[in-house]
């Protein structure tokens, strides 16, 4: 075996781990025109203190930089527990995610939250709390312990409430909401919080219809307009389709397909993962027109 050069010995664990995720970036590139990615995990393997085998198993997922990515799957197929992984909510059993090629476990929380913000599943706030207070937390990142509202701070949250459509309710106590206003109550201050990488479980939760598009709108226009990178968890397939640039389709804990709606989407995928015969059209996104559950 060759002697290392000095330079390679002095390397530290973390510069050699980001060294070898950059030439397999490079190497997986080659070929398939695989974007940039903001974040990446390669070699998951998820779990939670109650299972007994992993939930999730990922070689690599990749979110490219500047583009919107939508998790798509049946219940149960790991999308949320990716995403937790992605956002530093669940600490990987094997294998590093990647935030703009640093492993996010050298990140100290308030500087991950300057850079990534999620909007999870799980909401957990005053009931007492009104809508712009509740928005106002969304700041938290980028304020010292003492310090003041800025008129940045300001802005932001004028932004976001204006963004998320919740400017009518914006005194009301989040106790007194309707499921669907406290989803955009906590999609305002996710919005709020200014990153450039957002995260979205499942935000057309409890939402109508027009607050589901007004929803999935308001993050395009981040994304086209700021350049955010956006991963989002979509039930939805159809609208994931339309609305994403790529989609990530799961299935039993594993990446079952990755790349744009029109080479993901097929009839194929639709049978082997959502257990439903149904024809696809594109026009030129892909439509579904779903004729019966297998």
């Known amino acids: ?30 070929g398939s025109e695989r974007p940039d990615s903001a974040l990446t995990g390669s070699e998951l393997s998820l779990s939670y203190p109650t299972s007994e085998e992993p939930v999730v198993e990922c070689d690599r997922i990749d979110v490219p930089s500047g583009e919107i990515t939508a998790l798509v799957g049946p219940n149960g197929s790991g999308k949320s527990t990716l995403l937790k992984s992605l956002a530093k909510q669940l600490e990987p059993d094997a294998g590093r995610v990647y935030l703009d090629g640093k492993a996010i476990d ?11 913000g999620l909007l999870s599943q799980q909401h957990d706030s005053p009931t007492s709390l009104s809508v712009e207070d509740l928005v106002y937390h969304g ?12 008129e940045e701070d300001h802005a932001a949250v ?9 400017e009518h309710i914006r005194d009301k106590q989040v106790g007194n909401l309707s499921g669907g206003q406290r989803q955009l109550a906590w999609i305002a201050m996710v919005l709020a919080q200014d990153t450039d990488v957002l995260l979205l ?24 307009e700021r350049g955010v990178t956006v991963a989002v968890v979509l039930h939805d397939i159809a609208q994931a ?33 959502f ?13 579904i027109i779903p004729k019966h559950s297998l």
């Open 158 to 166: 004028e932004r976001a409430i204006d963004l998320a459509g919740v």
């Open 139 to 150: 700041r938290y990142p980028h304020r010292g312990f003492f310090e003041q509202t800025s």
């Open 106 to 116: 050298k990140y100290d929380d308030k500087a991950f939250a300057c850079e990534l």
């Open 241 to 273: 389709a339309r609305f994403a640039d790529y989609l990530v389709a799961m299935q039993d804990g594993e990446l079952y397909d990755w790349g744009p709606p029109r080479e993901v989407v097929t009839e194929e995928l639709l049978a082997d993962v």
């Open 201 to 224: 479980d499942e935000p057309t939760t409890y939402l109508d219809l027009h607050h589901q598009l007004r929803v999935l709108e308001t993050v395009r226009e981040l994304n086209e």
């Open 1 to 30: 075996m060759s002697e290392l050069k000095p330079e390679e010995r002095d390397m530290t664990d973390e510069h050699l781990a980001e060294s070898l995720l950059a030439d397999e970036t490079n190497e997986r590139t080659t």
């Open 275 to 287: 257990r439903v015969e149904a024809a696809v059209n594109y026009t030129p996104d892909p439509e």
